[in-house]
């Protein structure tokens, strides 16, 4: 674990919530292609999903968006412009992409600074990555 000179260190992202069109279609999306387990849904439609209820009670929170509401150009608008999750491994990492493909997600593959990643889309348009580490290279 490293110091820092404020006197403190940010460990991981906990979670991210989205807002979307359709709730139930974006997180049946997530538990389909990415394999997210879902913890339950409360109040006004919210999901939680994660891949590890031990380690992380949720990774996303998808909500539904306000009546009316677009999806933002995360490419040409200030904002978050994508967020990143890591894979295991390349084997799981593969199985990622499968699933992506499979699922018409148009998936953009890349690789850089000692990992793969897959970029995607969800059902609304919104981006993200999942990577792992080009060091951990095991039979595929």
Known sequence: MS???KGFTVRRAGHLVIR?????RT???FKDVVGFTQKGVVQRGMHFLTSD???NHHML???PALDGAVAQDADSLVGMARISYEITDPIAYNKVVARLIDANASPELGSAKGRRFVRFKDPDG???EFYCRADNEQAA
């Open 27 to 29: 997180a049946q999306f």
């Open 3 to 5: 110091t820092s000179d």
């Open 53 to 55: 209820f031990n380690e």
């Open 20 to 24: 979307c069109t359709d709730p139930v």
């Open 126 to 128: 919104l981006p993200y």
């Open 61 to 63: 929170l998808v909500r």
